[in-house]
């Protein structure tokens, strides 16, 4: 039996987090698989790992586990989550020279993160290393075996950023295979890499379970889900729905998940005096969220950037129609514009409007998108997913 290793920074909550569990779990059906993730950031996994994975982590101190969790919100630019955690576990506890020993230490800790990590790469006895991120890549192709394949797993969209670009390149040029999510992402990296041996594979991400019943798309209720930060739009889906409720007051808007951003739509829900039609219910289980799915007639997404649109394959497999921003590139691979939902283009509020509230009027156009809506999750099942990936690991894709 092949071994995969999969190289993850952490398995926390995330896009990726989920996409690297929910791949470990379709390869370990057929192949011996092992993450190996440099931050242990909770007790257990965020999201559910089957039970034939095995785990390795390579860093659990205290002080090592803080650190990559101020990173990872800085990074995000959760700034207000930062200053909370920080002042929750320095400044509240009046802890300042802890706080200077602690970032002395975080000096070092990622020498120590590259040097572990090396480690795990050149001893690791797998046939096959899968990376997760940028600078994964270059430490895999730098330390792995020369008889191991190597594959790149980009997840974020280059939105036009340059440097960007250029680093992911760079990170990817000696690896075996680079696995892109969307197909937009595969034409601009096979461009990119076409004069180097790594050649560009387009998977998408798997859709990891398919509800049996079907949203009767009755309850007048819209849903969005994710991340609630600058990029994901939710600001501007507050004000769209204030508009359509000065004609449609009993319709509710549902938002599901947490962020940075969430004092500010509070606010905004709090002086617009929208409480009774808007609910925030915070970051929330998968069960939690396709009973909310299954009560919801309109999915809506705002996203100023997103890569895939994971959320949108979700709401379709509930048979809900979709409306979305040309500007979030994942959901132009997904919806077909007035076949399962509709695309907005320039981010025209106006145009998202009229198109929501054309849904909201006429039931049977609502429905008849929904069941488009179901058809379109075909190529996304873990059958169709999990057969990409062998045909990969197996090196049947044509070089």
Known sequence: MKKVTILSLHLGYGGIEKSIT????????????????????????????????????LIESDISLRLAKYKLLLFKGH??????????DYFSKLKFISFIKDGISGIFMYPKRFLVTKKAISENDADIMISTRTFLNEWLSGYGKSNVVKIGWEHNH?????????????????LDYFV????????YYTRKLRKYPCKCVYIPNLLDSIPKRL?????????????????????????????????????????????????????????????????????????YIDKLLHKSSLYIMTSYTESFGIVLLEAMSHGIPCVAFSSAEGAREIITSGKNGYIIKNRNANAMI?????????????????????????????EVVQEDWYKLLEKKVKR
Request: aromatic residues 8%; charged residues 40%; glycine residues 4%.
């Open 22 to 57: 929910g791949l470990a779990n379709i390869l370990c059906e057929k192949y011996e698989v092992e993450i190996i993730c440099i931050y242990k950031l909770y007790e257990k996994p965020a999201f559910f790992i089957d039970e034939r994975v095995k785990i390795t982590y």
């Open 79 to 88: 700034f207000i989550q930062l200053t909370k955690k920080l002042t929750e």
């Open 158 to 174: 280059h939105h036009n950023n340059e440097k960007y670009a250029v680093d992911v390149v760079r990170s990817s040029k000696k």
């Open 180 to 187: 892109l999510v969307s197909k937009d992402l595969k034409r």
């Open 215 to 287: 949203s009767p798309l009755k309850e007048k209720r819209l849903i969005s889900v994710g991340r609630l930060s600058a990029e994901k739009g939710q600001l501007d889906l507050l004000r769209i729905f204030k508009h359509l409720l000065k004609r449609h007051p009993d319709w509710h808007l549902d938002i599901i998940g947490d962020g940075p951003e969430r004092e500010k739509l509070e606010k905004y829900i709090t002086t617009r005096q929208l409480q009774d039609n808007v609910t925030l219910h915070g970051f929330q289980s998968k069960e």
């Open 354 to 382: 009229k198109k929501i509230e054309d849904l909201m009027k006429k039931d049977d156009v609502r429905k008849q998108m929904g069941k488009e809506a179901r058809k379109t999750i075909k190529q996304y099942t873990k």
